[in-house]
């Protein structure tokens, strides 16, 4: 079982996920840390804790080293093998101090090691090193702490070398300009925010280990999954952001179903709630050997999909001539 505040809130402190069945200690951490500007999620067995990383992606896990059902090193090594958990940060938290047990935590992939009771200055120094060293080693987005071009380009012509059968999504929303521009900014980074965290979970939920996401600015992101899931994580998506949306609008306008503004003519219309687009590409159409390749195909296939008017997905099965 885990605990977490809601995801929709306004809150946009680095999230922590914090796995350890000591429920004091795990206390102490959740008021301390959310005192200290961190959202804070609590989960009490390494099952519970991997799933919560799934489920949540957070900016840094503490990860407790002993726990009633899987050892603190065997999750953090199951977190290293799932593509999306892959380069998160892993600070592992024991009561033993010796150098053989800090090393046993460094093999099975943890990036930092904290012994109890824990110095909270020390723990705060490590947290923001930790999520700092991140950004700037994932080229991330800094509001959704998801990979950013750099690494999105890496990965696709790795898997383009090693020719690898998999599908890419490309997805963005639809009206988002004149939410932007009925709300502000601020609330428009919670609609991108809410699209990051429906397509962590969608991917997850498609069940794809080797899965890969990543924000490639503003409302666009890219998402890499096996073909064979490509069109249940994009279903996914759609319901999970479709059924969530509305809470982000004020009450009067989600009883209404719209809100009015101005085209970028400055027609006066009213704009339905903001949706999500998605366009697949698959290598079991066609073979790539660049990524500006599957970029332009899937440019092309995101108007299709965007001239739905509400959230939709276009898979790309045409054979090139």
Not at 59 to 69: E, G, N
Not at 103 to 125: Q, S, V, W
Not at 237 to 243: E, L, N
Request: charged share 25%.
């Amino acid at each position: 079982m885990t605990e977490t505040s809601d995801p929709r809130s306004p809150s946009s402190g680095p999230l922590i996920l914090v796995v350890d069945d000591e429920v004091p200690i795990a206390n102490f951490l959740h008021d301390f840390l959310e005192d200290n500007g961190f959202r804070v999620t609590l989960a009490h067995t390494g099952r519970d804790g991997m799933n919560a990383a799934a489920e949540t992606s957070p900016d840094v896990i503490l990860l407790d080293v002993d726990l009633p059902d899987l050892s603190g090193y065997e999750v953090c090594r199951l977190m290293r093998q799932k593509s999306l958990l892959r380069t998160k940060p892993i600070l592992m938290l024991t009561a033993l101090s010796s150098s053989g047990n800090e090393m046993t935590g460094l093999k099975a992939g943890a990036d930092d090691y904290l012994t109890k009771p824990i110095d909270t200055a020390r723990l705060l120094a490590r947290l923001n090193a930790a999520i700092h060293r991140n950004i700037r080693e994932l080229d991330a987005n800094p509001l959704t702490r998801l990979p950013g071009n750099t690494s999105i380009t890496q990965e696709i012509e790795r898997r383009i070398a090693a020719k690898e059968q998999f599908a890419i999504l490309y997805a963005d929303l639809n009206n988002f300009k004149a939410y932007n521009d009925r709300y502000g900014f601020l609330r428009g980074d919670q609609v991108i925010k809410l699209a990051a965290q429906c397509l962590t979970a969608s991917v997850e939920f498609a069940g794809d280990e080797l899965a890969f996401l990543g924000h490639v600015g503003g409302d666009d992101f890219v998402a890499i999954v096996h073909p064979d899931r490509a069109e249940q994580a994009c279903k996914d998506v759609i319901a999970k952001f479709d059924g969530m949306i509305p809470d982000l609008y004020d009450e009067a306008d989600r009883r209404l179903g719209y809100i009015e503004g101005k085209t970028r003519q400055g027609q006066e219309v009213r704009f339905p709630f903001v949706g999500i687009s998605l366009a697949v590409v698959t290598t079991r159409a066609r073979e790539f050997s660049h990524p500006g390749e599957i970029s332009s195909l899937a440019s092309e296939l995101k108007a299709w999909a965007k001239s739905h008017g509400k959230s939709a997905y276009v898979v790309d099965r045409r054979r090139p001539r």
